[in-house]
């Protein structure tokens, strides 16, 4: 149960492995879903589960935190992958994340709000996500702003 939370958690909110064991875990069970980082590569920050359905799918908020020792972030992250490998699981921690990020940009958040929640630069987040993106996502993205309703009109011709 505790591994199957923490597979949870990092799909429903993209952490880095390491940030499993730098969480504020009593806030998170009032939050609504927010997540804090207290503690981690890039300090505190707040993330917003882009699947909110998933905190009760997974029975996030009844927290079993996996029992896992490390002195540095490296090593807590390295035990977590060690656990996938184990268990045979056709993926990495990491993917995990990099799956959050994709679909930050499949939902449209804004560049520097999905870089922030995600602890890490609007550059970085840029040069890192958007090579994933190909032409289908770029004629979503055109469809639902000609869709809008508060979509700027084009000047007149007369």
């Given at each position: 149960?505790a591994?199957?939370?923490?597979?949870?958690?990092?799909?429903?909110y993209?952490?880095?492995?390491?940030?499993?064991?730098?969480?504020?875990?009593?806030?998170?069970?009032?939050s609504?879903?927010?997540l804090?980082?207290?503690?981690g590569?890039?300090?505190?920050?707040?993330i917003?589960?882009?699947?909110?359905?998933?905190v009760?799918?997974?029975?996030?908020t009844?927290?079993?935190?996996?029992?896992c020792?490390?002195l540095?972030?490296?090593?807590?992250?390295?035990?977590?992958t060690?656990?996938?490998?184990?268990?045979?699981?056709?993926?990495?921690?990491y993917?995990?994340r990099?799956c959050?990020?994709?679909?930050?940009?499949?939902?449209?958040?804004?560049?520097?709000l999905?870089a922030q929640q995600?602890?890490?630069?609007?550059?970085?987040?840029?040069?890192?996500?958007h090579a994933w993106?190909?032409?289908?996502?770029?004629?979503?993205?055109?469809?639902r702003?000609?869709?809008?309703?508060?979509?700027?009109?084009p000047p007149?011709?007369?």
């Amino acid at each position: 149960p505790a591994w199957q939370w923490a597979f949870g958690m990092l799909a429903t909110y993209g952490l880095r492995p390491h940030e499993l064991f730098h969480l504020d875990l009593e806030g998170f069970k009032t939050s609504e879903g927010v997540l804090t980082v207290l503690a981690g590569k890039t300090g505190m920050r707040k993330i917003w589960p882009l699947h909110p359905e998933w905190v009760e799918q997974f029975n996030l908020t009844d927290i079993k935190l996996p029992q896992c020792t490390g002195l540095t972030n490296r090593d807590l992250g390295h035990r977590v992958t060690r656990y996938f490998q184990r268990q045979r699981l056709p993926f990495r921690p990491y993917d995990l994340r990099h799956c959050w990020a994709i679909r930050s940009i499949h939902y449209g958040l804004d560049i520097p709000l999905a870089a922030q929640q995600m602890g890490h630069s609007a550059t970085i987040h840029s040069q890192t996500y958007h090579a994933w993106l190909s032409y289908q996502h770029h004629q979503q993205a055109f469809e639902r702003l000609l869709k809008r309703a508060d979509r700027p009109l084009p000047p007149r011709l007369e």
